[in-house]
């Protein structure tokens, strides 16, 4: 019988490779060599490993009913489509950002419109057809017929069968200065609805006239006029853009494996979405590190899909799972009331302020 034949693995050297096989083995041993090059450029471990519950909670509205998120448009009227209400609070009022701010938020998001006699309305849509028994633009009325309304009028969860909040959020609307004085000691995110710049000139004279209030304004977005002219005026708060962070993200995408920070991704805020941040060099640690140095922080979205606004939040436990334990910054979410409370539960000594850039 014959001895059963030994198999032997044997490198074959460049030199005896064929001459037409020589630059492939040379590309290919660079082309490892880079690779191997950016993941260790990229690795976790050039972050400063961040200290437990370096965490900020941001509150979209405050407390609010929560709806699908599937197929939103500009005018898509929420209240009409909600889930089954988990609770009785309502959006942008005073009892829902009190709740927020129980519940764990550092920051609470809120919408602002002008009215016609001057003042600020905390109040999300560009009309008051859908939330309440009026009818028109919202910047269209004065403050007092503002206040008169039901905000709760228009919210269903069974396509009209019932309205849980009807008559529950008669005057409920406030105004931001009502908002400012009622916490003395909080911070706010101004979401601005239009593209007039007059509305940063606004705030920025409410402020002026209560300098104790100017810690309030955490940061403002949306409109790209309005938000640069607060920040012209009150230098220092959050800003950025829609169209800023794209060019971030991508221009990060395409040269962030040699480290480079593109300029749209400095001096703002990042918002990234959960689902797209494992693409991103060096996510989670040396991503914000990277962003931290830039001046930036990021904000970390619910998992973005079509149809979605942007505004996605880490909703449910198993988003809240999925955060990884690395990353240091922002969780904006639209159920604070239950991402709160369970993140203190795992970390009790998260600390009570927003992380600082």
Known sequence: MRAPIQWQHRAVPVKGLRPWQRPLAYGTAALAGFIVAVLVFNAPFWARQPEPGLLGLIAHRGVHQTYPREGLTNDTCTAERIEAPRHDYLENTLHSMQAAFDAGADVVELDVHPTTDGKLAVFHDWTIDCRTEGSGVTREQTMA??????????????????????????????????????????????????????????????????????????????????????NDRLPGIHVWARRGLMDCLFGYAGLGWIG???????DTMVMVPINMAPFLWGWPELFVKRMADAGSGVIL????????????????LDQLAAVPAGFSGYLWTNRIELIGPELARQNPHRRASPPAL
């Open 145 to 230: 017929v503002l206040k008169s309304l039901d905000i709760g009028h228009g919210y269903t969860a069974d396509a009209g069968a019932t309205f849980p909040f009807r008559g529950s959020g008669i005057g409920l609307m406030p105004s931001l200065d009502e908002v400012l004085d009622a916490f003395p000691d909080r911070h706010f995110l101004v979401n601005f609805k239009s593209n007039e710049a007059r509305e940063g000139d606004l705030v920025a004279d409410l402020v002026a006239g209560r300098p104790d209030w100017q810690e309030r304004i955490w940061g403002a977005y949306g409109g790209d006029p309005p938000t640069y002219r607060l």
């Open 260 to 266: 480079h920070v593109p300029e749209a991704c400095r």
């Open 301 to 316: 979205l619910g998992p973005y899909g079509a149809g979605d606004p942007g505004t996605a939040g880490i909703d449910a």
